[in-house]
């Protein structure tokens, strides 16, 4: 941040900058400036955001001047965005130097429009006139050429990314990545070639292998620009301009470069070019490992989770121990170290997810297990990875037979899991995993749970299961399972619904203790399907034991004795229950208050409210002692209500 | 040479009749010793598959000998050895008996059964059934524990029992858990039979406990604190269920109390 400051400053005072770093940071600010006078523009939320930044740069500016030599990798730290609000009071002092600039600690957008201007500078705005240009066409284009509004979106996504450099704020990073799904439809080798070719120099390593990828090794400048020339027609001033910057050299933000790069995965993975994939992503998280920059925690993870999706596709396929999966195992333990190390969040919690799926997908579940023990989820993580990794714990929790804290991290799956019908998937599977976990813990699930329209047809054979086990039929149980034998294996399952088998014969029992006063124990091992009448009077003995049933057993008559059922409510377990909804209540409204995001520099516009709230208020005391007469027609009111 | 050495001692380890406890233990050393000195004690991508395939045996037969010596530790240690190389894919060495796996690996299922883990004999189990696509049951070996477990978890003591039985046991190595099981089934009886019989007559308890005499009976009665009057057993009574339920009520009102402070206390940070 301060070397961004700084550059910003600098260029202030000599316009004709010749360092690269300088030129991107002018671009910058001129972007925000050329931002306001046209016309058609982006979304008013970046407006808004636009003058804050500006206002930011702008009266920060001063104070690192004299200090700051560091390069601007540094300045991306985590550290250095701590400095710059504690350096709010500071600002204000040092704005007396004489700048007008101090006017705009409260963004306003005159203020930053004008702060912008001296940084104008022809030269810079490459990237900015690119999007630009491309998102004044996009009206008519829309209609014409899908391709030519995704080329749009994308630049226009380097701008979010280059303000998310600027600012240090993650969120224009997480609006880009949010954008992925819909730029993903238009992905071909050709729109990516000419981004590509239009965003580097023709001579960048990047772009090369980044046009090795897509196999487009050949393309080149020249006939990018005949490309582009065909799509953007009728925008010639804004082509000539982009055709000649794009051959102007200028230095490539390394997040832009990963959002290239995690844009190439994602065409690879649609076109199931898997090994071409594995292959350019093996060598793009080498190189992202050499890069230390917090703004690309975000795009890093992404990357990370396609270069793992690539290798489990890869033969051979996980079930077996030596999947290729086996084999990126320690690149993803690097990277989980790297992360931890650099406390980056994203890539630490999107790495231990995948290395969860990892080993979970070869059954190593002792592994698993082992590295949920000795490592942190980070909790300010994504809410979709937060509901994978719950996902995976309360699998290896089921697992393991620790029903109860499986069936709560299951539940906080299903509950965290995006509503988007793309992630039904993952809803699905998080819910049949909660149906057989209720089951094995003597529970029986909502009916409501197959209702819903989403999982209705997938659970299906979950709802056999779950009307076989709440009936107490063993041969029905048996029937259910086998018919759907090779669904319950596909799904992982099927060992967990194995178990379910004692579970039937006690719900079997359950319904016999509710239903009769006194049954004799051959009767039972009849309808239970039991062996013998030994075998039946163990299992009844077990199950009182095991509290599920009251009852006791006469053995020389042979017959077992229900006793009377008590009041449910006599005993503390409806108070139990509903301690456990409000404490469950009081939960959220705690994580509601802790997800509340404060903006920077926001407390100076709450200062500023607050003193105009203070002078409202004494307004309105003075109003009050000046007319009593007031609050007897208040009173007059109430009554009337 | 070491290679020869090592197998001269795994045939002097499998020849029968099978030598001296003393004896077996020595040998095993040596022939582990001979392992790292051919560096075949882990398995790496560049050791010879017929190596590969003498380091499984060796460490195999030393897994059966241990069970057989009643070694519990040093079975584990022999399959936490064996587990590199059965997690090793099939084309780099062609495992001529597979018969030897299931059987060590049914014996550590057996063993996790009999120490009452049942969360590592699931999560071994697991594992299994993706690799053998679901012919477990089907095997001779691992398919004992695994219907041995569902038969104790359902209570089905006297399966359990037959199953432990000469004729029930696939190999005698499976023998040696059998005492271990019959003792866990018998205080698992007692504990049900103390909540589900106010009384039990003496022969019945015999028969239900799997003992032989009425004598042992007796016995484990006195061991369980069980009273034993006019041929019957009584079980001592869940006593004292009044004094419980009043503490109950002392304890709930408490709870309540104090559930109710924290929500006033909540309200309080909300509002």
Known sequence: MPGERRTLRSSKETPSSTNGEKTRSNSQSSSSNKDKPVPTRAPSSKSKALPKKASTKETTGDKPQTNGTEPVENGVNGTEDIDMVDDGPEKVKLGKEGDDEMTVVVPPPKGSKLSGEPGKDEEGDVTMDNAEAAEAGGPDADRVDPKVKAVADIKANFLLLERAVAQFDARFTLRVLRSISSVRKHLSPDLLAQLIIETYTSTSPIAKTLLAAIGKENASIESADDSLEMEIDGQTKDKTQAGKTSSSPKEILPEIDTYLSVLVQIYLYDARAIEVGAKFSSNLIERLRTLNRRTLDALSARVYFYYSLFFEQLAPLPPSPTASVVSIRPHLLAALRTSVLRKDQDTRATVTTLLLRNYLSTSHITQADLLISHSEFPPAASNNQIARYLYYLGRIRAIQLSYTEAHEHLIGATRKSPATPSAGGFYQAASKLLVVVELLMGDIPDRAIFRQPSLEHALQPYLSLVQAVRVGKIEGFLNVVQTHNALFRRDGTYTLILRLRQNVIKTGIRMMSLSYAKISLRDICLKLDLESEQSAEYIVAKAIRDGVIEASIDHEHGYMKSKDVGDVYATREPGEAFHERIRACLGLHDESVKAMRYPMNQHRLELKNAQEARERERELAKEIVEGEMDDDDAGGDFEGM | ?271
Not at chain 2, 105 to 110: D, E, N, Q, S, V
Request: proline residues 7%.
């Open chain 2, 1 to 271: 040479m070491a290679t020869s050495a090592l197998e001269k001692t795994l045939s002097q380890l499998q020849s029968t009749p099978p030598p001296s406890p003393q004896r077996i233990s020595s040998l095993l050393t040596t022939a582990k010793k001979h392992l790292l000195h051919l560096s075949a004690l882990l398995p790496s991508p560049t050791t010879p598959p017929p190596l590969l395939h003498l380091a499984r045996q060796t460490l195999e037969t030393g897994a059966l000998l241990s069970i057989r010596l009643q070694d519990p530790d040093a079975f584990t240690r022999y399959f936490q050895q064996l587990l590199p190389f059965y997690e090793l894919p099939s084309s780099s060495y062609q495992p001529a008996d597979n018969g030897q796996r299931s059987k060590v690996t049914g014996l550590y299922l057996l063993l996790l059964l009999t120490r009452g883990d049942y969360a590592g004999f699931h999560t071994v189990l697991e594992g299994l059934e993706v690799e053998m696509k679901g012919g477990l049951e089907a095997d001779r070996y691992i398919g004992y524990p695994v219907k041995l477990e569902r038969w104790l978890m359902e209570g089905s003591y006297d399966r359990v029992w037959g199953a432990t039985k000469k004729e029930g046991v696939p190999s005698e190595e499976f023998a040696v858990f059998s005492e271990v099981l019959i003792n866990t089934i018998r205080g698992e009886i007692a504990s049900c039979s103390e909540k589900a019989y106010p009384s039990l007559p003496i022969a019945n308890a015999k028969n239900l406990l799997f003992l032989d005499s009425e004598g042992s009976v007796v016995d484990f009665a006195h061991i369980r604190g069980w009273v034993v009057k006019d041929g019957r057993i009584y079980f001592p009574l869940q006593q004292g269920e009044d004094v419980r339920n009043e503490k109950e009520i002392l304890v709930a009102s408490g709870q309540v109390i104090e559930n109710t402070i924290g929500y006033a206390r909540e309200l309080e940070t909300i509002v």
